[in-house]
């Protein structure tokens, strides 16, 4: 007989197997959009950056570092950066403006036209997204939402929502690691294949 942890992880691994099958099926077209996206945004000089609250804040953090170091291959370092990271900043902007401006405070400070903002979410719903898109949208930086649960308000305020059919916020999270790392490689393999062609 099986003991009830082998059942546990039979039963998470199955259920991100199916939903990573169902996003396959579906959505692969809309990650290889988002993944042109990003390509050619850093081919012009841009940069991108990332956002979200807890673990989506990790995944943010996990995905600028593959840009910024490397992910499959050695390459130049590509300009992405995570706004979750420096805790005086971030502890700063949430005293004097709230924490709703934690992110908003950044893309209006670092943002540019051509930019790219990667906003990580399970709900949609969290208002410093909400103000972070706004104040992207101010600047002419294009939004990119990685969501589950409907999408929430997020997915009608950015230019590309990426919604994941689930309601279960870790494996939304799992996926949209995952999701992360497809488009880091595609615009790494992008982006070496220019510097081959002009070499």
């Known amino acids: 007989m099986k003991s009830p942890s082998v059942d546990a992880a039979t039963r998470h691994l199955q259920a991100l197997a199916e939903l990573a099958t169902l996003v396959a099926r579906d959505m692969a077209g809309d990650v290889a959009e988002i993944a042109e996206v ?10 991108l950056m990332f956002c979200g609250n807890g673990g989506s804040a990790a995944d943010a953090q996990h995905l600028a570092t593959e840009y910024v170091v ?16 420096d805790t005086s ?14 992110f908003a405070r ?3 400070a670092l943002g540019r036209s051509g930019d790219v903002l990667f906003l990580h ?13 706004e104040a992207a949208k101010a600047k002419g930086v294009v939004t990119v939402a990685m969501l589950a649960r409907g999408g929430g308000a997020l997915a009608g305020i950015v230019d590309h929502a990426l919604v994941l059919p689930t309601v279960e916020g870790a494996r939304a999270q799992e996926l949209h690691l995952t999701i992360g790392h497809i ?15 002009e070499g």
């Open 121 to 133: 979410s399970t709900s949609g719903e969290s208002p410093n997204l909400l103000r972070a898109a």
């Open 183 to 197: 488009i880091c490689e595609v615009a790494e393999g992008r982006l070496n294949a220019g510097n081959r062609a």
């Open 106 to 108: 950044q893309v209006e």
């Open 89 to 102: 900043l971030l502890t700063a902007a949430a005293n004097d403006y709230g924490f709703e401006q934690v």
């Open 70 to 85: 490397r992910f499959r291959a050695d390459r130049r370092p590509l300009a992405a950066l995570a706004l979750t990271t």
């Open 38 to 47: 990003a390509a050619a945004a850093l081919e012009r000089g841009g940069k």
